[in-house]
């Protein structure tokens, strides 16, 4: 290298570096930063310039004693992955190399960073995809294992809702029968792990949904002497939705109401009907909207909890 080049055209090529250049001197004292660097850390070169270089690099961070090691050592330190706190929301992810400086009595030493933030992303979500794929397979696996005993229940629910003359009996048969192609539906869509199917929309009466649901939660109510009081608009319409999506919804929702309920208690199935000009809701003038409400009288959420709901 030709060290005749004027400092300013060094300066010029280091400023121009896409990766983090910050140079320190034998007190480990900020002299130079690019814009680069500015840019990740977000503090300007002129605020930086005479700081130590615990500014930029925390003394208990892994960053800070790799540069102290190297400088102390006099020897180059390149480390492929290294975690960066600069302060600023998470640690970020950096290729960190480390060279010692010496040159007509100078010494100091120039510290390289590369933000492989989005390379580290790009392979954990690599390897989740990966895992992913492991994981349906062995899902698959299970689903149809399952389905074998599935076929047999419906079978036999079937057998002797034939033979029932008794028709609260045989509504249980059919019950089970419902269920039975429910969960087979289930399992099929475990087995193609197909994310992106489309939903098997179709016009519905929301009443048989809830009703259903509260059938299939009826030994756990009864068990804790829990009423259902249900509170219906009946001028809703009919919606339109996927049945068994509903069903495992509301089922869910129902399930942990029974939980949270103390025994004796109400749970209360209310539904409305939202119209278009109801206040400033973010809805679209050309639709109607209905509410469905499962109110139970348990302590409710925890504050805690409360914010990570629905993510």
Do not use: C
């Not at 492929?80 to 010496?102: C, I």
């Amino acid at each position: 290298m030709d060290m005749n080049v004027p400092s300013d055209k060094f300066e010029a090529i280091l400023w121009s570096f896409t990766d983090a250049v910050v140079i320190l001197d034998s007190e480990s004292r900020i002299e130079w930063v690019n814009t680069s660097a500015e840019q990740l850390f977000g503090i300007s070169a002129k605020q930086l310039m005479g700081k130590d270089a615990a500014t930029l690099f925390p003394k208990d961070g892994q960053v800070y004693s790799e540069v102290k090691r190297s400088a102390h050592n006099g020897v180059t330190l390149i480390d492929h992955d290294a975690l960066l706190d600069t302060g600023k929301n998470d640690p970020v992810s950096v290729a960190l190399s480390v060279h010692p400086v010496e040159y007509d009595g100078y010494k100091g030493a120039a510290v390289v960073l590369r933000n492989i933030s989005r390379l580290k992303a790009l392979e954990n979500s690599m390897k989740l995809h990966e895992r992913v794929s492991e994981i349906a397979v062995l899902a698959a696996g299970i689903a149809h294992e399952i389905k074998n005993p599935l076929s047999g229940v419906r079978g036999s629910a079937q057998l002797l809702g034939a033979e029932l003359t008794d028709e609260t009996k045989k509504n249980y048969t059919e019950l089970i029968i419902r269920e039975s192609d429910r969960i087979d539906r289930l399992l099929v869509n475990l087995i193609k792990l197909d994310q992106s199917a489309s939903f098997d929309k179709q016009e519905l009466n929301i009443y048989t949904v809830l009703d259903e649901v509260a059938s299939l939660l009826r030994p756990a109510l009864d068990e804790k002497q829990i009423t259902i009081e249900r509170i219906f608009d009946p001028s809703l319409p009919y919606i339109i939705g996927e049945r068994d999506r509903l069903v495992q919804v509301f089922l869910n929702l129902l399930k942990n109401a029974v939980e949270a309920s103390g025994e004796g208690s109400t749970i209360i199935m209310k539904t409305s009907l939202l119209l278009p000009s109801f206040g400033s809701a973010p809805i679209k003038k050309e639709r109607k909207y209905v509410i469905i409400e499962l109110i139970d009288e348990g302590p409710g959420i925890n504050e805690d909890i409360r914010p990570y709901l629905f993510t």
